[in-house]
């Protein structure tokens, strides 16, 4: 038992500079006690993008050069565009390499950063029974060519991000909220709107009520 | 006399023969009628606004919304472990299925995944959801379209298989089944035999909806040709699930990308050929006896082990960001989750099939009669908990 000192915490993540190197010499008195705080939060570092390897990539890195990366994430590949690639992209994903369902339209809200908003399309094709995410950032105020010519579902996807973002769709045929009512102040999925938050007037006038809460 | 006076177009007395290319019907006016939110035949509330004129409808807008409750903003404010149950109240006719989505998607971020014998457990409980789930639709779609006797023999054999769910977890609607990295309870004693026993059970009573419906000139009447969608119109709307596969594509999630363990299980993918609503009738009525498979194969197959990966009590999955979707009885159910690395999603977006599906009706009831929009929606199957969220 004396011999190799095993000690009772689990081990250091891995790539993580640890404090206190791993002793050598057996310890000698109180060795339970002697771990300070046992791997402090051990969250693992977590696997980190790696560049996309494929022909369908390299086609569009090929044709796009700087204006796109690339990569995959937990074996999920997605292309991470200029804004300006926008309309073309998804119709060439589209006609070129059938991608013909868009499984998806959504954003993301990273108030802090100076283009605040991650726009995604989810992708899939039926032939190639694969799945591509198209990702780009755009700042506030600052909107998206419609992708309804491209994919007919995109029309209520755009309106819900519309709804919950804030972010206009340029040549959508009807572009309006579609879960909150129409009236209605403010876009709940941006990150500076409260999980309590509502729209008080909309809801004195049309509900008859001091507060919904 | 009359002759004369239908001769002569100046003193016409009445303007039955008005019939011009212009003008081809008597009056139509065109009329713009509500239907719902409180109405029993859009299962829940669902409100379609409709142009018609007369009996035929010329277009159709869905409002919806009435039963948001910020499910993803709810979501971000949650830790992963406490959204867990929340998800059950979004197709809340199939909690088990969101709840295997939901898991599996933080499993997957993780990088765990769930023991054997939790993903038989899974495959079980997610099959007998969905026959219990497809029988609510027959019950309710058939009693829409007239025919009230199918809702008593499919409540009175989901009935069964709640009785199993609140067996398994206790509770027979909103079950909170699993846990992220497999399942939370064992199966009680019991469990395989009283499985196997309502497989006996359910396969002849299967027939008997069958008998009751698919020979029946009113419900044909009712059913063929209404409602029609072609396979490729599915796609550019981005329909999933039984609807998808009654307009002949033959796609289904648990085929195309397995997820738990279905890639060990023989069954088939029923597809219909003329997408109308006789078609998807006969598609749900084909996937139960296909889940009847299923859970035949997995019951007899449970290996031993745990049921629990090792997932740490505070789960904080790494920096990342994940889409992770289920075929759900309704279709397509995704979940995509950006994680930042602490105890909450920083966003979480739900790809919910119902909502989806749903904006297929208007393509669905063009040139249609206003009674057959009852029939369609219910061939949709929505659940406006989970259109709304």
């Known amino acids: 038992m004396t011999e190799e000192p095993k ?67 937990l074996r999920q590949n997605y292309l991470t565009v200029n804004r300006s690639l926008i309309p073309g992209i998804l119709q060439l994903l589209r006609d070129e390499d ?32 694969e799945r591509v995410r198209v990702k780009t950032q755009i700042a506030d105020g600052e909107s998206l060519p419609s992708a309804v010519p491209v994919w007919a579902t995109a029309n209520w996807l755009e309106r819900e991000v519309y709804d919950m973002f804030g972010i206009k769709f340029d040549g ?23 999980i309590l938050q509502q729209d008080q007037e909309w809801v004195q006038i049309n509900l008859g009520i001091e507060s919904g809460q | 006399m009359n002759a004369e006076i239908k001769n002569d177009p100046e003193n016409a007395l ?56 910020g499910v993803e903003k709810i979501g971000e404010n949650r830790t992963y472990t406490m959204f867990n149950p929340y998800v059950d109240r979004m197709d809340y006719v199939a909690a088990v299925s969101n709840g295997l989505g939901y898991c599996q998607a933080v499993e997957k971020l993780m990088n765990v995944e769930a023991p054997p014998r939790a993903n ?3 495959v079980i409980l997610t099959e007998l959801n969905r026959l219990a789930s497809h029988q609510l639709w027959l019950g309710t779609h058939a009693l829409d379209i007239g025919a009230m006797t199918p809702l008593f023999y499919t409540f009175r054999d989901r009935e069964e298989i709640l009785k199993i769910f609140e067996k398994y977890c206790g509770a027979r609607l909103t079950t909170h089944a699993f ?161 930042d690395g602490s105890t909450q999603p920083y966003r979480l977006r739900v790809r919910p099939p119902s909502f989806v599906n749903l904006q297929a009706l208007d393509r669905m009831v063009r040139g249609m009669m206003v009674a057959d929009v009852v029939a369609v929606i219910g061939t949709i199957d929505i659940v406006l908990g989970e259109v709304d969220r």
């Open chain 1, 172 to 194: 959508h045929p009807d572009l309006k909220r579609i879960l909150l009512p129409d009236g209605w102040k403010g876009h709940p999925l941006r990150k500076d709107y409260g």
């Open chain 1, 98 to 129: 059938h991608f013909d369902y868009c499984v998806d339209i959504t954003a993301v809200h990273y108030p802090k950063r100076e283009k605040q908003f991650d726009v995604l399309w989810i992708l899939y094709s039926f032939s190639r029974n």
């Open chain 2, 179 to 339: 846990r992220i990295g497999g399942c939370l309870y064992e199966t009680y004693a019991g469990f395989e035999k009283e499985i196997k026993n309502y497989l006996k059970y359910l396969a002849p009573h299967i027939d008997e909806y069958e008998e009751l419906l698919t020979g029946n000139r009113i419900w044909l009447e009712r059913t063929k040709k209404v409602g029609v969608i072609s396979g490729a119109d599915c796609i550019a709307l981005g329909v999933t699930g039984p609807v998808l596969r009654a307009s002949g594509v033959k796609w289904d999630v648990r085929k195309a990308q397995p997820y738990a363990n279905y890639a060990d299980f023989d069954f088939e993918i029923p597809t219909g050929e003329n997408g109308d609503t006789f078609d998807r009738y006969l598609v749900r009525m084909a996937e139960m006896r296909q889940s009847l498979r299923i859970i035949d194969q997995a019951v007899n197959g449970i290996p031993e082990g745990p049921i629990m990966a090792r997932v740490p009590k505070v789960i904080k999955p790494p920096v990342g960001e994940i889409y992770h979707s289920i075929e759900s009885p309704k279709g397509e159910l995704g979940y995509f989750i950006v994680s």
């Open chain 1, 7 to 73: 000690s009772p915490v689990p081990p250091p993540p891995d790539g993580e500079s640890k404090p206190a190197p791993e002793t050598s010499k057996p310890p000698v008195a109180t060795p339970a006690a002697a771990p300070p705080k046992p791997a402090v939060s051990a969250q693992p570092a977590g696997p980190v993008p790696v560049p996309w390897a494929s022909p369908l990539a390299e086609k569009y890195k090929g044709r796009y050069g700087s204006g796109l990366e690339a990569l995959s994430y």
């Open chain 2, 14 to 69: 009445s303007n039955l023969d008005l019939e011009t290319p212009e003008r081809p019907h008597l009056d139509s006016n065109e009329l713009i009628i509500n239907m719902g939110p409180q109405h029993p035949a859009t299962h829940g509330v669902l409100r379609v606004i409709l142009r018609l004129d007369g009996e035929r409808v010329l277009g159709t807008e869905c409002v919806i919304g009435y039963l948001h409750r």
């Open chain 2, 120 to 122: 038989y457990i899974r």
